[in-house]
């Protein structure tokens, strides 16, 4: 038989299509979805090894699932990781690093940017079992520095962030990480591998919400973390087995179809997002746009540097407003004036989405908060899908040229 394996060195557009297939005896060309809780075990020998983790081989899909172990294979090889697990959800990805990694007495040091479930996981329940973390700023590595303490194992990152995409410096925290003996998590979600890998940055652990544009079209749920098989094999392994955190065979075939479309439709979605944050700027109407592409980004330049030259298909602005009231009256105009972006708190859907962060996402924060964070009641956040540009300039045109003040 000639030698069909796949050679070292492909481009991770090809891996994106190619990797993680094990095919059946069918021989069939789409990845097999193994839609199955449970394994049937040649003889009682063959079972025990299994389950003593003494010989590979599949026995239970809260353990491990041929579905689930093909997402996690083109997943880790996409990011430049020896492995990957999969996780039900984004957060569920998340929980299982913290269980994994944390004990009490232990100490975190996380951006005061990242995504709301993120800060509350650390804040509230963390908090409940001993594990303290200090909240530093996105931007200002200083703050993480003098954050450090004897006992800190972690430091968890997202760029760039929801929704006013600032962007942190992988490198600069990741040497910061080293030195105090620690690790550095960052989360993944608004580049994808597609755009950053943290891992060449130094980063430890990449997290992945699969739910965003991994599957990319908005359909399931899912998470993962990347990072080196000592702790995916070792540590994140029997947590997911112990406390069930598992990815779903269905949802795991939905996300591994979908990261073979990854890069064009990144491509093709930071371009979109690019032409309505440069539109967005020349606009009436329109006090600030929030977008990694542009010259006016404060981190434009790492941001370029770190994200292969693209900047997210997520550009957030802030419509004028002499008030809080007022500014609020105009971004709801604008939302309302949409007829064909959709009103909704998902992002990395091929659909664009259109949030008014101060009532959903941030709602729950004081106003006092929502200032600290920068999150006026003028801000929009947009997650640009595959529309036309020109149907979503003209979209958001309707409340654009008609508001009042
Ligand atoms: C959505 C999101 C998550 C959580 O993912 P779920 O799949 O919704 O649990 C985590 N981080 C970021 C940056 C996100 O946008």
Redesign the pocket.
């Known amino acids: 038989m000639t030698d069909r394996s796949l050679p070292a060195g492909l481009h991770r557009d090809t891996l994106a299509v190619r990797t993680g297939l094990e095919r059946s005896q069918h021989g069939e060309h789409s990845e097999a979805l193994y839609l199955t809780s449970g394994f049937v075990q040649p003889d009682a020998e063959t079972s025990m090894r299994r389950f003593a983790g003494t010989e590979e081989g599949f026995t239970y899909s809260r353990t491990s699932n041929p579905t689930v172990t093909s997402f996690e294979q083109r997943l880790a090889a996409m990011e430049g990781t020896e492995a990957a697990i999969g996780a039900s959800?984004?957060?569920?990805a998340i929980l299982m690093m913290c269980m994994g990694l944390l004990k009490a007495g232990d100490h975190v040091i996380c951006s005061r940017s990242v995504?709301g479930?993120?800060l509350n996981l650390f804040a509230k329940e963390f908090a409940k079992f001993g594990v303290e973390t200090t909240f530093v700023s996105q931007t200002d590595v200083a703050e993480w520095r003098a954050a450090l303490k004897s006992n800190t194992r972690l430091l968890f990152a997202?760029t760039p962030t929801?929704p006013l995409t600032e962007v942190c410096d992988i490198q600069a925290l990741a040497d910061l990480a080293h030195g105090a003996g620690a690790l550095l998590a960052v989360?993944n979600?608004?580049c994808s591998p597609a755009l950053q890998r943290p891992v060449e940055w130094g980063a430890d652990l990449v997290i992945h919400?699969g739910?965003?544009y991994l599957d990319g079209q908005g359909r399931v749920?899912a998470?993962a973390i990347c990072g080196p098989s000592k702790l995916i094999v070792d540590v994140f392994g029997p947590v997911v087995r112990t406390a069930g955190m598992a990815l779903s065979p269905f949802n795991a075939w939905v996300v591994l179809k979908g990261l073979e479309t990854l890069g064009i439709r990144m491509q093709a979605q930071c371009a979109n997002a690019l032409a309505v944050a440069q539109w967005l700027e020349a606009q009436a109407g329109i006090a600030r746009v929030y977008y990694p592409g542009l010259a006016s980004h404060p981190q434009h330049e790492l941001a370029m540097r770190q994200q292969s030259g693209l900047g997210g298909a997520v550009v957030s602005f802030d419509v004028v407003g002499d008030t809080p009231e007022e500014a609020r009256a105009n971004a709801f105009h604008v939302i309302n004036s949409t007829r064909v972006v959709s009103i909704a708190t998902n992002?990395g859907d091929t659909k664009t989405i259109i949030t008014h962060p101060g009532t959903t996402s941030h709602g729950r924060l004081s106003e006092a908060q929502r200032q600290a964070a920068g999150i006026g009641q003028g801000l929009i956040r947009l997650a640009v899908g595959l529309d036309h540009v020109q149907d979503i300039q003209a979209d958001l045109l309707r409340g654009l040229s008609t508001l009042t003040s």
């Open positions: 959800t984004g957060m569920g995504f479930s993120t997202e929801n989360d979600c608004f919400s739910t965003k749920m998470g992002l």
